[in-house]
């Protein structure tokens, strides 16, 4: 398959339909009577820009059967005002069955660096008088103008919140935290069946269908907690592998749960589902029309700039991916390797970003400014960058299906760093369920390299750590001393305060995962001197 499929077509038509505000008539306008709340999912914004914002929702009153089929068209308002007295744009989208019945409005024409408010509408209720249903309000903002300075940019990053592991209150904490972005680092879903001594149950089996998909993201959405998250300020989304499936590369099947026949089905089932349920422009399924990759490319990666403060990378490693090598027992998916008896381990032909992406960022890394006052660089992305060694002593045992599996790939990465004199770089990631902290190193095999950035990585919102993995923390720094910190117990998510001078980076976490009234604390404070000297401060 290299080109998209008529069915990927259409749902393109879809997308841009629903995204474009004025596209039906007024005559065509479908208003059924809904007779219960419908905006049961919340709504959420992203994507923003300097001038334009995306604003979601998705339809899904408890009987699914009153939207009807046709298109329903959802009125929308963004105002100045959280009472919505100073309505600054207003103006309706179609929710399509055909797309989960979610509606994706990419407001434009707004001020730059500038905090709005907004809402969804739908007629017909059935209280007798004809009241709308009103979704909660939503806050969000735009990005300061691209050549504008910015004094301060504060974003949370965050991964990995596996339902059945715990209850959100570190979204709950996470409001008070008085936030610009959200960056969200991927596994906003798993797709197992359940857990062990799960904290609270799935509903549903393993996740295959689009109707499994889309239940499980309503299953996280119908989360107050969560919701709240949302509605706080814009977010900036990339996925990991369980989005679809546990360790799937590009096409190849990941392990877990029922071998499905047709993996690029299961794959276009999820990727429509995660776009029907997160706040992305229609042009990242409108992007793949151009694309020569097989299957259907859902075109997340991206670039965005937070003024002259900051230059935000978010990539995509799993769409791409060349399949792990060498795990255990020739099966699909990952394992750790001894990589002495790995030929295939530094094959340079193999890339997690695909050649393609990792094009586009070398060619954006080229054209970010060098100058003394240039900005942060920080790259959004699924996982731990730097090296971890697992192994005391001369072997190397490491994880295949992280950086550290794909290593020319990520030599090329900070080779384009020093290169193109990359300033301030920050790498956050997640992934691996615990915070690491540390110096992106030319090469990690050599301590004394240059180090071109700073990364922190981690932890998970809710998901497990392996367990055994926190005593031996003092051994894996001893071995890995580009890390200066790690821990694999605390659950949270971690606070970056980018200022023009320094980056302050605070790992929170939650008292207890298992408890939805769990407190907050901060577990360690780093500050970063553009420069990128490193150090821990509380
Ligand atoms: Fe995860
Ligand atoms: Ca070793």
Not at 106 to 116: A, I
Not at 202 to 225: E, I
Request: with cysteine; aromatic share 10%.
């Amino acid at each position: 398959m290299t080109h998209p499929s008529l069915s990927r077509r259409h749902l393109l038509q879809l997308a841009a339909a629903s995204a474009s505000a004025l596209w039906l008539p007024r005559s065509a306008w479908s208003q059924p009577r809904i007779g219960s709340n419908p905006f049961t999912l919340g709504v959420a914004s992203g994507s923003p820009l300097h001038d334009s914002v995306v604003l979601w929702t998705r339809l899904l009153p408890a009987d699914i059967n009153s939207l009807g089929t046709e298109p329903v068209t959802v009125r929308w308002e963004l105002a100045h005002d959280e009472q919505f007295k100073r309505v600054a744009h207003s103006g309706q989208a179609q929710a399509t069955a055909q797309l989960g019945h979610s509606a994706h409005v990419e407001v434009g024409g707004l001020e730059p660096d500038r905090w709005y408010f907004y809402r969804f509408m739908l007629g017909g209720s059935n209280d007798g008088v004809g009241n709308d249903w009103v979704s909660p309000t939503g806050r969000t903002r735009t990005l300061p103008a691209p050549d504008a300075p910015a004094s301060s940019l504060r974003l949370a990053y965050a991964s990995c919140q596996r339902w059945e592991h715990g209850h959100y209150s570190a979204w709950r904490h996470m409001q008070a935290e008085q936030l610009d972005l959200v960056l969200f680092l991927g596994d906003y879903i798993y797709e197992y069946a359940g857990a062990q001594n799960a904290v609270r149950p799935v509903t549903g089996g393993f996740t295959v269908s689009l109707a499994d998909y889309r239940a499980r993201y309503a299953l996280h959405k119908s989360d107050a907690a969560l919701q709240g998250a949302h509605a706080m300020c814009p977010w900036l989304v990339t996925w990991d592998d369980h989005e679809v499936q546990n360790d799937y590369a590009t096409l190849q099947a990941g392990t877990g749960g029922p071998e499905v026949a047709d993996f690029a089905a299961r794959r276009d089932a999820a990727y429509q589902a995660y776009y029907e349920h997160m706040p992305l422009r229609a042009s990242v399924l409108t992007r793949a029309l151009q694309s020569t990759v097989s299957g259907s490319e859902m075109r997340i990666y991206n670039q965005v700039r937070f003024g002259k403060l900051a230059n935000l990378y978010l990539l995509d490693n799993r769409q791409y991916r060349d399949p792990p090598v060498c795990t255990q027992g020739g099966k699909l998916g990952s394992s750790t390797v001894k990589v002495e008896d790995c030929k295939a381990w530094s094959d340079p032909a193999r890339s997690q970003l695909g050649m393609v992406q990792e094009r586009w960022l070398d060619d954006a890394f080229s054209r970010a400014d060098t100058s003394k006052n240039a900005g942060w660089n920080v790259l959004g992305q699924q996982s731990l960058l730097g090296r971890r060694d697992f192994e005391t002593g001369p072997g190397t045992t490491m994880w295949n299906d992280g950086w550290d599996g794909y290593s020319a790939a990520r030599n090329r990465l900070t080779g384009s760093m020093q290169k193109n004199r990359l300033s301030n770089a920050v790498v956050l990631g997640g992934d691996v369920h615990e915070n690491w902290v540390g110096h992106v190193k030319t090469d990690y095999d050599k301590p004394g390299s240059e180090s071109v950035g700073v990364e922190f990585c981690g932890t998970s919102i809710t998901s497990r750590a392996f367990p055994g993995g926190h005593e031996k923390i003092p051994e894996y720094l001893a071995e890995n001393p580009h890390f200066v910190f790690a821990d694999a117990k605390a659950k949270g998510y971690g606070v970056a305060h980018f200022t023009p001078d320094k980056l302050t980076t605070t790992l929170r976490a939650v008292s207890d995962v298992n408890r939805q009234d769990a407190s907050i604390q901060t577990l360690a404070k780093f500050e970063v001197k553009a420069g990128l000297s490193l150090v821990e401060i509380a």
